[in-house]
């Protein structure tokens, strides 16, 4: 058996003691805390259990997680590293502390990350940027009984590319950028439940000039739009000692306008992007005792996004559209073997239904697996995880992302309280 640090949401009021035995029990506590990399271990769907790397997606839970610092690898593959088979580098290093700004927790608490690849940040899109290093400041403080948290992400990078060819050198340079203010709040809605609301807005950049013998100089000017964001709400319930169902619902809305080329060749296009992605699912935690925690998820992802692809002077050139939909269930379970080590596994069902013009997310069904492992060592944690795909969250049903079905990823974190 190990103790349990309740989070100061649950035990300003002694009636609230039952929920707080019921839901924070998946909370490991200082000397065994969560991570992403846990997540992955437990089919990576976070947002239906509590883990403190949930703080990038909900800021209101910031507050329950003080004084703790974190260090990552990202997730990578075996064979190729950082790098998908296409050669696109998708994760890196990273890293983050939470501290209380007083020992009484009135003046809040902040958050500050860094990650080397912004995908291993990003609160959930309809695209994947491949953009370069992200930071990202949270900050989090009890209202009138509500955490009420902010969040700050900034994310940029610069591709620049030429031809082999001396004869005709042509040169493009493309800029994309990508800015998320947030905000989130965690509030009790009865002695047994409490609410996490979160949602943000998103400026989407992006700039491409360059110089070829056929068009000579051409700048597509600034392109930028603040029309993209993201809501979300979960609830955790507990039914019973032993049983907490977290139903969630989310909704995601990009409409911007960006840069593109398209195969190897360097094409002066832009590209209008305009879509959504809704997703509704719910999570049971069975808590068998304190040692064992089983969950049980199932969720419905419906996605469809417009690319028009259009040259600098307006006239079209391609017309894609996605439209599909996924059914995910999920089963994961996590034990404790022993105070020093703790065991994860997951495994589920996946079908995808593509109805749109572009082949990704192939239509058919898919058995995922991870297995995972959590080493402590006093208030060091080191954790473990290896999936059978690359850990995307809900980006990875975009039918322009090419889909890595068969690679094993690792992913490492080493964290500490403090």
């Not at 002694?14 to 065994?32: C, E, H, K, N, Y």
């Not at 994310?155 to 031809?163: G, K, V």
């Not at 404790?336 to 065991?343: D, E, F, G, N, Q």
């Given at each position: 058996m190990f103790s349990v640090n309740l989070p100061p949401t649950w035990t300003r009021v002694?009636?609230?003691?039952?929920?707080?035995?019921?839901?924070?029990?998946?909370?490991?506590?200082?000397?065994?805390l969560a991570t992403s990399t846990r997540i992955n271990s437990l089919g990576g769907s976070g947002g239906f259990f509590e883990d403190q790397q949930n703080v990038l997606r909900w800021c209101g839970s910031l507050g329950d997680y003080p004084d703790l610092a974190i260090i990552e690898t990202g997730h990578f593959d075996l064979t190729n590293g950082y790098d998908d088979d296409w050669g696109r580098t998708?994760?890196?290093?990273?890293?983050?502390?939470?501290?209380?700004?007083?020992?009484?927790?009135?003046?809040?608490?902040?958050?500050?990350?860094?990650?080397?690849?912004?995908?291993?940040?990003?609160?959930?899109?309809?695209?994947?940027?491949y953009l370069g290093g992200s930071v990202t400041a949270l900050y989090a403080r009890d209202i009138a009984g509500i955490s009420a948290g902010i969040m700050f992400?900034?994310?940029?990078?610069?591709?620049?590319?030429?031809?082999?060819d001396p004869g005709s050198p042509a040169e493009n340079t493309f800029e994309r950028s990508r800015d998320d203010i947030g905000l989130g709040a965690r509030l009790d809605i009865s002695p047994r439940a409490y609410l996490d609301l979160a949602g943000d807005i998103r400026h989407i950049g992006g700039r491409a000039y360059g110089h070829n013998p056929t068009d000579l100089d051409w700048d597509t000017g600034d392109?930028?739009?603040?029309?993209?964001?993201?809501?979300?709400?979960?609830?955790?319930?507990g039914l019973n000692d032993r049983l907490t169902l977290t139903p969630l619902a989310e909704y995601i809305h990009e409409d911007f306008t960006g840069t593109s080329f398209v195969g190897t060749g360097l094409v002066n296009e832009t590209s209008r992007n305009m879509g959504h992605i809704f997703r509704l699912g719910a999570g049971l935690n069975f808590f068998v005792d304190a040692d064992n925690f089983l969950l049980f998820s199932a969720e419905y992802l419906?996605?469809?996004?417009?690319?028009?692809?259009?040259?600098?002077?307006?006239?079209?050139?391609?017309?894609?559209?996605?439209?599909?939909?996924?059914?995910?269930?999920?089963?994961?379970?996590?034990?404790?073997?022993?105070?020093?080590?703790?065991?994860?596994?997951?495994?589920?069902?996946?079908?995808?239904?593509?109805?749109?013009d572009l082949p990704n997310p192939p239509t058919g069904e898919h058995i995922p697996l991870g297995l995972g492992a959590g080493l402590h060592v006093g208030s060091l944690v080191l954790d473990l995880a290896l999936t059978d795909r690359e850990p995307q969250g809900v980006s990875r049903y975009s039918a322009t992302l090419p889909g890595v079905e068969s690679s094993t990823w690792l992913s490492i974190t080493l964290s500490s309280g403090f």
């Open positions: 002694a009636s609230r003691l039952f929920l707080a035995a019921a839901t924070t029990l998946v909370i490991w506590p200082a000397d065994g998708v994760s890196g290093p990273g890293g983050g502390v939470h501290a209380r700004f007083d020992q009484a927790g009135r003046w809040g608490t902040g958050g500050l990350y860094f990650h080397g690849r912004a995908d291993d940040s990003d609160p959930g899109s309809l695209h994947r940027g992400r900034h994310t940029a990078d610069t591709d620049f590319q030429s031809t082999a392109l930028d739009s603040w029309n993209n964001y993201g809501l979300r709400v979960r609830a955790f319930i419906n996605g469809k996004n417009d690319h028009t692809v259009r040259d600098l002077d307006g006239i079209t050139d391609y017309f894609w559209q996605e439209d599909y939909s996924v059914l995910l269930m999920r089963l994961a379970f996590e034990t404790r073997l022993a105070h020093w080590i703790t065991v994860r596994a997951s495994t589920g069902y996946e079908h995808v239904d593509n109805q749109g």
